[in-house]
């Protein structure tokens, strides 16, 4: 893996250095009581974003050369000077620190990873000493398996393990896992595996280091099979961070595979959910390169985060102005959309030179407290299309309510608080520029630049939104095509309609409105990934929408679509054309229009 090309190479050896930090759960971490570790979504800084940069003089001995003590020592003052009263106290050493500037590894003599003595001529200890004397937490990085340069010759002993080698722990045939095929798979049935994951957590414990990233889990990181489910790998290091004593967070990376969301949310405090963000060109990030495909893949996982473990956007470099790659509309949107999310909070911006304005967007105290409040993190109450609007439910009864104009032009986009759950009157503050907008009814249009977004509190001062509901599978509603009815634990009268592909319909009758008018109409469906569906009411013209995955064919997710009806009975169609369309379990139609 050391031989790939300079962006993969480079990544895959910070991947395998471990990009973010690690963090153990636990056996409490969801329990009841409050976690010990990951209680709320981590903030602080690391350091991938700039090491993996093409920006001009960032890495100047050779790609990824970025990573040393002195860069290190420098980010973590200016983190302790600008940002840690905000709540940011995370310094995460990613990748390359047991590696020279041309990518070779150095391991001790128990095949456990060893500082690199021109990166880091101190040692990994005093650099975290270093960081806790500003009052910081550390973090450090790690690949999942044993890697290819610790194995030597199968004869290199296990720390604190008699009898125990390099080759007792692994599979015989050397078979490869994680996402750059750069270790050997551990074999979890040999009982001298655990022993080694045992011996590495020991040593990052007894440096002081109080966050572990594990990279390149599987399934996941690009890989899928037997060879790249590290499942095992992960439970072998929640049980030897425990082990230690010491409280480490533990966070894996990256694009874990949805289905093992229990497997992540059981053994760790916080998995990736994307690919990196980070563009590998000349600047930090780009939003179509890297940022945008956020809104899309994040909804599936929103029920999966809380106290405990959370789902990781990756960094948030919004701070640096040019060097970000992005205008300050992308900026603030991206920003937006890690606090509703309740993401992670780590920037990989160079801290030393952060402009005003990403100054204003990561120390916004009002924003920061979205995403640190005990509220769940916000999801789409619309479609995925071009202009959208998430929502959370706030414990005192008010929303966090984020709109997004994410297309290439100027656009309005409205907030109905029909798809909030309540008509009439509410009071509305935005969050960004601490200004309250004073009373709206029934809904708040803002016009929004090219990728912009506001963030506002709700404040509801009406009444709660009464519907009715029509189920997908009536006998009384139309089929065609392939459509056909399926049963479904987790919807509503345990069925919908499926197979909704290449011309397949669904029309459902007898839809009764007292007025004519323009409806919310909520939408419950299943998806195992984003598709798109035209809706029209009583033969009229369609209007195509892209819903986003409910993560897989058994979770049943809701967004709410305004749909034109006349007094008295209608019909509404959903319609595959010639695509494939999500399942449909109900709608729910409110008594009044919006």
């Known amino acids: 893996m050391y031989s790939l090309t300079p962006v993969r190479a480079l990544r895959a050896m910070v991947v395998l250095a471990l990009t973010a930090g690690f963090a153990t759960h636990l056996p409490t971490a969801h329990a009841d009581t409050a976690p010990a570790v990951a209680a709320k979504p981590y903030m602080g800084w690391s350091s991938w974003s700039m090491q993996s940069s093409k920006y001009p003089g960032l890495n100047p001995d050779g790609d990824y050369s970025y990573l040393t003590e002195a860069n290190v020592d420098k980010q973590t003052d200016a983190l302790a000077d600008k940002l840690k009263k905000y709540g940011y106290d995370h310094v995460n050493i990613d990748a390359g620190w047991w590696m020279d500037k041309t990518w070779k590894s150095g391991f001790d003599e128990y095949g456990r990873q060893k500082a690199d003595p021109v990166r880091f001529p101190s040692g990994m200890k005093a650099v975290a000493d270093r960081i806790h004397s500003k009052g910081l937490k550390a973090g450090i990085y790690l690949p999942a398996g044993l890697e290819k340069g610790a194995y030597g010759d199968g004869k290199t002993p296990i720390w604190n393990a008699d009898g125990c080698t390099t080759a007792d722990i692994v599979y015989s045939d050397l078979r490869t896992t994680n996402g750059w095929d750069s270790a050997y798979k551990i074999d979890f049935s040999r009982p001298c595996a655990q022993k080694y994951i045992d011996s590495q957590a020991q040593l990052i414990a007894g440096w002081g280091y109080d966050f572990l990233k594990l990279d390149g889990v599987g399934p996941g990181s690009g890989k899928s099979g037997d060879q790249y489910d590290n499942v095992a790998d992960v439970a072998a290091w929640n049980k030897a961070i425990t082990a230690t004593g010491r409280p480490i967070h533990l966070e894996l990376s990256w694009s874990l595979d949805y289905g093992h969301a229990a497997d992540w949310k059981k053994y760790s405090n916080g998995w990736r959910i994307d690919t990196d963000v980070e563009c590998y060109c000349n600047t930090l990030v780009s939003w179509e390169n890297s940022v945008d495909d956020?809104?899309?893949?994040?909804?599936?996982?929103?029920?999966?985060?809380?106290?405990?473990?959370?789902?990781?956007?990756?960094?948030?470099?919004?701070?640096?102005?040019?060097?970000?790659?992005?205008?300050?509309?992308?900026?603030?949107?991206?920003?937006?959309?890690?606090?509703?999310?309740?993401?992670?909070?780590?920037?990989?911006?160079?801290?030393?030179?952060?402009?005003?304005?990403?100054?204003?967007?990561?120390?916004?105290?009002?924003?920061?407290a979205v995403d640190q409040s005990d509220a769940p993190p916000a999801r789409p109450v619309t479609p995925s299309d071009a202009q959208q609007v998430w929502a959370a439910k706030n414990p005192n009864g008010t929303y966090t309510v984020a709109l997004f104009n994410l297309a290439s032009a100027p656009a309005a986009v409205s907030a109905n608080w029909t798809t909030l759950g309540f008509t009439g009157k509410a009071d509305v503050r935005d969050l960004w520029n601490h200004e309250d907008l004073g009373s709206y009814t029934n809904k708040v249009t803002q016009a929004l630049p090219a990728h912009g977004s506001r963030l506002f509190t709700v404040t509801p001062h009406g009444s709660a939104v009464t519907s009715t509901a029509y189920e997908a599978e009536a006998t009384t509603n139309t089929l065609s095509g392939n459509a056909n009815?399926?049963?479904?634990?987790?919807?509503?009268?345990?069925?919908?309609?499926?197979?909704?592909?290449?011309?397949?319909?669904?029309?459902?009758?007898?839809?009764?409105?007292?007025?004519?008018?323009?409806?919310?109409?909520?939408?419950?469906?299943?998806?195992?990934?984003?598709?798109?569906?035209?809706?029209?009411?009583?033969?009229?013209?369609?209007?195509?929408?892209?819903?986003p995955s409910t993560g897989d064919w058994g979770t049943v997710g809701s967004v709410s679509v305004p749909v034109t009806l006349k007094a008295g009975a209608n019909t509404i169609t959903f319609d595959s054309g010639s695509s494939y369309a999500p399942d449909i379990d109900r709608i729910d139609v409110p008594k009044s229009s919006s």
Not at 511 to 520: F, L, N, P
Request: charged share 20%; glycine share 12%.
């Open 485 to 547: 009815i399926a049963d479904c634990s987790a919807c509503s009268g345990a069925h919908k309609v499926g197979n909704l592909y290449l011309g397949g319909k669904l029309t459902i009758n007898n839809v009764v409105a007292a007025k004519a008018g323009t409806y919310q109409v909520k939408i419950a469906y299943v998806s195992g990934d984003s598709r798109s569906v035209a809706i029209s009411a009583n033969g009229n013209g369609a209007t195509s929408h892209k819903f």
């Open 294 to 368: 956020r809104w899309d893949d994040a909804p599936a996982w929103t029920d999966k985060a809380g106290p405990g473990g959370w789902n990781d956007l990756d960094s948030l470099d919004v701070g640096n102005g040019a060097m970000d790659g992005l205008t300050k509309a992308e900026r603030q949107s991206y920003a937006t959309l890690w606090a509703v999310a309740k993401s992670p909070l780590f920037t990989g911006d160079d801290l030393t030179r952060l402009d005003d304005y990403g100054l204003s967007l990561l120390t916004n105290r009002e924003v920061i």
